[in-house]
């Protein structure tokens, strides 16, 4: 079955960076698209970005365009989300999903804050 294990979120401050990764298993990664969502608290889920199957071409959020770079490593099965100048309302929980599956991950808790 689909599994998908995020990873690498934390405590950040304002301006800091952190790097997600979503580890990918029970299908071919390298023929899907993969994508990042957050949910905030007290917040509906927000679709962030994604990313293609070959990762020819990405797309973001117009909150995080700049700021976020998503990529890929086929050959890992691990799907990245590099963040950068993190801001306060950045704080979520980051799930990445391929969106032809229904499977979620636990997701991986982001906080930014002095």
């Known amino acids: 079955q689909v599994q998908l294990v995020e990873s690498g979120g934390g405590l950040a401050q304002p301006g800091g960076s952190l790097r997600l990764s979503c580890a990918a298993s029970?299908?071919?990664?390298?023929?899907?698209?993969m994508t990042w969502a957050r949910r905030a608290p007290g917040k509906g889920l927000e679709w962030v970005s994604g990313?293609?199957?070959?990762?020819?071409?990405?797309y973001y959020e117009d909150s995080v365009k700049g700021r976020f770079t998503i990529s890929r490593d086929n050959a890992k099965n691990t799907v990245y989300l590099q963040m950068n100048n993190l801001k306060p309302e950045d704080t979520a929980v980051y799930y990445c999903?391929?969106?032809?599956?229904?499977?979620w991950g636990q997701g991986t808790q982001v906080t930014v804050s002095m």
């Open positions: 999903k391929a969106p032809q599956f229904p499977s």
């Open positions: 029970g299908f071919t990664f390298s023929n899907y698209g």
């Open positions: 990313i293609w199957a070959d990762g020819s071409d990405t």
